[in-house]
């Protein structure tokens, strides 16, 4: 039997609180050269200025949390046509990395200090301050960025943040081992997600597999979340492009006995 591979430096293990174990190293998520260049990026009539890698075909696997990938696109664009859906409410984005979409989110309300970006990776982290510092300067309350690594210390984070009307996430699920990552997001989607009838989690995901997606909708359903596909007819045509390329699905969550408000 072949000895198995070396481990990355700085590799780390990481057990979650249902005992499953992920496995990452902080090059995982940030460019150690950091090769990271400013850009302007128009989601409609809202533009974000964004630091990080641009072009996702030049990103390679270590620098996931640093790339402003199709489905944030796409995400910001149905939240820009569906503007209601952030205002005048409280807005978390899971794994933000670059934080495009939640950026977009506070841009969109009179309240940005109500939107709160996370990541679990703190190196990641300094880069969604910078980003959010260089989009919201003068008196302007910005968004806060906040540490959180799904399914720890929710508690914690409940007691510090509140609870939130809608819960964003773009492209943040992607291992095939779906219970390693999926369970630990709909726990803490189901902790804080607000009671407000019409409280929602919008996650636009890669379509890898039809198994991968499947897999989400059992593990949602066992945190007590209804999921469903938002048509390619209700998505904004700025998104016929982005579909043309990758394929994505925009799925919602709601606790199943509220109803849908879209």
């Not at 934080?99 to 703190?122: I, N």
Request: net charge negative; hydrophobic share 40%.
């Amino acid at each position: 039997m072949d000895n198995p591979a070396p481990e990355p430096e700085n590799f780390r293990k990481v057990k979650h609180t249902n005992q499953l174990e992920t496995y990452f190293y902080p090059g995982l998520f940030m460019d150690e050269h950091m090769n990271y260049t400013w850009k302007d990026i128009n989601i409609g009539h809202v533009q974000v200025k964004v630091h990080g890698r641009h072009g996702s075909e030049s990103a390679t696997y270590a620098e996931t949390g640093q790339v402003v990938w199709p489905a944030s696109e796409m995400l910001s664009h149905y939240l820009l046509h569906h503007s209601h859906l952030v205002q005048s409410r409280s807005v978390l984005e899971l794994g933000a990395g670059v934080g495009l979409p939640g950026l977009v989110a506070a841009k969109l309300t009179k309240e940005p200090s109500s939107v709160v970006l996370t990541d679990q990776s703190e190196v990641v982290l300094e880069l969604l301050q910078k980003n959010t510092e260089a989009n919201f300067t003068g008196d302007t309350d910005g968004p806060k960025c906040a540490l959180l690594d799904w399914g720890v210390d929710l508690e914690e984070f409940k007691k510090t943040h509140g609870t939130f009307d809608l819960i964003i996430g773009a492209d943040i699920i992607y291992w095939m081992e779906q219970e390693g990552m999926a369970e630990p997001l709909f726990q803490t989607v189901s902790m804080l997600l607000s009671k407000k009838a019409d409280a929602m989690f919008l996650l636009c995901h890669h379509v890898r597999s039809a198994e991968m997606v499947q897999s989400i909708r059992d593990i949602a359903s066992k945190f007590n979340l209804l999921c469903a596909e938002v048509g390619k007819d209700d998505l904004p045509a700025a998104c016929s492009d982005i579909l043309s390329n990758v394929p994505l699905q925009l799925l919602t969550f709601t606790p199943k006995d509220a109803d849908i408000i879209i």
